[in-house]
């Protein structure tokens, strides 16, 4: 890491370190790692944990399906919301597959000079990811039942 500072007038550029699609547990410590810098004096951090109900209903557990295109999708939302929060460092991963509940689908690390542009940079990174990544749910219920979530 560079221990250089930037001087006044300069523009530091923001940066995706990492987004991915993955069948693999999830690591957000090693994400949050990779999205600080010593310029960063906020990294806001966010897991998505599979929870046990939804709409009134017990879940026993989750599958995720992906289209061949979602890492590419999920890299590219990652660059849109670099490229509209300057100076903010990016990462993200979303797992597909069986999921059980409190298994990690989602998470991400944005760090940035101040914490407000750290919240608000991930709060759009997360809000994009589940509107335009082509990734599908299945929620399945303790009666064997199953059904398709946000198709």
């Known amino acids: 890491m560079s221990t250089e500072s930037p001087r006044a007038g300069d523009t530091v550029e923001s940066t995706v370190v990492h987004a991915e699609v993955t069948d693999r547990p999830l690591d957000l410590s090693s994400l949050v790692a990779a999205a600080g810098s010593d310029r960063s004096g906020a990294v806001v951090s966010f897991s998505g ?4 109900h939804d709409g009134g209903r017990a879940v026993r ?10 890492g590419a999708v999920i890299a590219e939302v990652a660059a849109e919301v670099a490229a509209a929060h300057p100076g903010v460092r990016i990462a993200a991963a979303h797992r597909v597959g069986e999921l059980e509940v409190g298994d990690v689908a989602l998470v991400a690390a944005v760090a940035a000079p101040h914490r407000a542009e750290a919240f608000a940079a991930c709060e759009a990174l997360i809000e994009t990811v589940k509107a335009r990544v082509p990734i599908w749910k299945q929620q399945w219920f303790p009666d064997g039942t199953s059904e398709w979530v946000g198709l």
């Open 49 to 52: 944990v599979i929870r046990n």
């Open 61 to 70: 557990r989750l599958s995720y399906s992906a289209h061949p295109a979602a």
